[in-house]
């Protein structure tokens, strides 16, 4: 009797220490959950850098079209800085109530 009761403790005490051992490998400290966690953060990471050389490589065209490009370089000018060329004439139209009472005059 007292070698089954043996036998029992010991079996009880290594299934005890084998869950232990899964609990500390799945989520103790650099356990299965924190390597997940770290997969995770560097997928993010990865997605990030290949915007981020998308973005150079796009903003290196740009620089090269400055550079090398008289006619890009005229067509920012125009677009975001408003300047306008020689012998080119602006029209500037007033407001709305400026304009009905030009309307209201005739």
Do not use: C, W
């Not at 400055?66 to 500037?92: N, S, T």
């Amino acid at each position: 009797m007292t070698t089954i009761r043996i036998r029992t403790i010991i079996i009880a005490i290594g299934i005890l220490l084998l869950f232990s051992f899964l609990f500390v490998i799945g989520l103790g400290d650099q356990g299965a959950l924190d390597l997940y966690r770290l997969r995770l953060k560097k997928d993010s990471l990865n997605r990030s850098t290949l915007e981020q050389e998308k973005k150079n490589r796009d903003l290196y065209h740009v620089i090269q079209r400055l550079k090398h490009d008289p006619e890009f370089v005229e067509h920012i000018a125009r677009r975001e800085l408003g300047m306008v060329g020689k012998d080119e004439v602006v029209y500037q139209f007033t407001g709305e109530k400026q304009r009905k009472t030009l309307d209201d005059d005739d």
